[in-house]
C-alpha cells in the first residue's frame, strides 16, 4: 500500500485550480517514477490473468486515457497496480487544446467535467516517452490512444488517424482510435455510418500493411461516446466487426447534465465523467454485448468510483475496465480494491461451477 495515504494529499490538490493540480499530480509522478520516492504511491499488484484480444492482461483494472496524455508516467501509473495502462490522446502535431479554464470538479456529484481538447505534444515527443517506459517489460500492457489534430478538417482526418497508427504501432498492445471526445470540434461525427466505415476500411488496410513490416499483429480498439441510442451502437456494432477491429471501449465523457443538473459549473462546456457518467455507460455496455455476442472485447469505463461499480461493468457485460475520474476522487487504493473484488469474484465464480 501508498507510504501517504491519499486522503492526506487529496485536500491540498482539491485546494488547487484542476488543472494546476492535474499537472502537479503528473510532474510529481514523472520526476520520482524510477526512485524511491514511488514507494509514496505505489500499490502492491494483484494478479487475475485474463486473455482478450490475443492479449494477456495481467489484471482486468486499466488506467483509461486522457490522464496522461502525453505518456510522461507510464511507470509511474503502473505502480498503483493496474494491469495495463492506456495513454493519451496523441495527435500527429502538438497542439495546445482549448482555452483554460477547462476543467472543473463537481465534487458533490464525484464527478469532473472538461474540455482539454487533445492537448499534447504531438507524435514525436509522445512515442520518444513511450520508448523510455519499462512497464511493459514487467509484462503489463500498454495502450495507445490516438485522435485528429483540431486544425485538420474533418474530412482529412483519416490521414491523421493513419499517421499515428503507423508512429505508435511498433510501440503498443494494442491501439485505440478515439472518436468520441466531444471537446474536438466535429469529431463524433466519425461515429456516423458512411464516415466510420470510410475511417475504420483505412485503419484496417493500413494495420495489415503495418503487420506485415513490423512481423505482429496489434489489436485495434475504437472508443465511443455514452450519448448513442440503440440503433446506432448496433450499427456501430456491426462497422467494428465487418472491419476486423479487435474490441470497443465504451464509453468515453457524456455531454448529458441530467443527473448534475443545478450543482456548480454543470453547465460548463465540454465532456461530464465520474459516478454520474456509470449508468449511461453500462447501458451502451449492455447494448454492446447484445449486437455483438459473447467473445467479442469490451473494455468498460465510465463512473467506476469503488469495487461495486467495476463490478456492474463486468456485469452489464465489459471483459476488463478502466479509472479515471475514480482515481482523482478516491486515489490509487481504488486500483487494489478493484483489482482484488475482481480476483474474489472469478474465484467465487470457479467455486460454483466446480460444485455444479
Known sequence: MPLLPYALARPFLFGLDPETAHELTLGSLARAQGTPLRW??????????????????????????????????????????????????????????????????????????????????????????????????????????????????????????LACLAGVYPHADYVTVNISSPNTKNLRALQGDEALDALLSAIAVRREELARTHGRRVPVFVKIAPDLDEAQVE???????????????????????????????????????GAPLLEASNRIITQLRAALGSGYPIIGVGGVLSADDALSKLRAGADVVQIYTGLIYKGPALVDETARAFRHEAAAHASAAARS
Open 235 to 273: 450499427v456501430i456494432a456491426a462497422t467494428l466487426r465487418r472491419h476486423g477491429m479487435d474490441g470497443v471501449v465504451a464509453t468515453n465523457t457524456t455531454i448529458a447534465r441530467d443527473r448534475v443538473r443545478g450543482l456548480p459549473h454543470a453547465e460548463e462546456t465540454g465532456g461530464l465523467s
Open 40 to 161: 509514496a504511491y505505489c500499490n502492491g499488484f494483484v494478479p487475475d490473468p485474463v486473455e482478450l484480444a490475443g492479449l494477456r492482461f495481467p489484471n482486468r483494472v486499466g488506467l483509461a486515457a486522457g490522464l496522461d496524455k502525453n505518456a510522461r508516467c507510464i511507470d509511474a501509473l503502473g505502480a498503483m497496480g493496474f494491469g495495463f495502462v492506456e495513454v493519451g490522446t496523441v495527435t500527429p502535431k502538438a497542439q495546445p487544446g482549448n482555452p483554460r479554464p477547462r476543467m472543473f470538479r463537481l465534487p458533490e456529484a464525484q464527478a469532473l467535467i472538461n474540455r482539454l481538447g487533445f492537448n499534447n505534444d504531438g507524435l514525436d515527443a509522445f512515442v520518444a516517452n513511450v520508448q523510455r517506459s519499462r512497464f511493459r517489460q514487467q509484462g503489463r500492457l500498454l495502450g495507445l490512444n490516438i485522435g485528429k489534430n483540431a486544425a485538420t478538417p474533418i474530412e482529412q482526418a483519416t490521414s491523421d488517424y
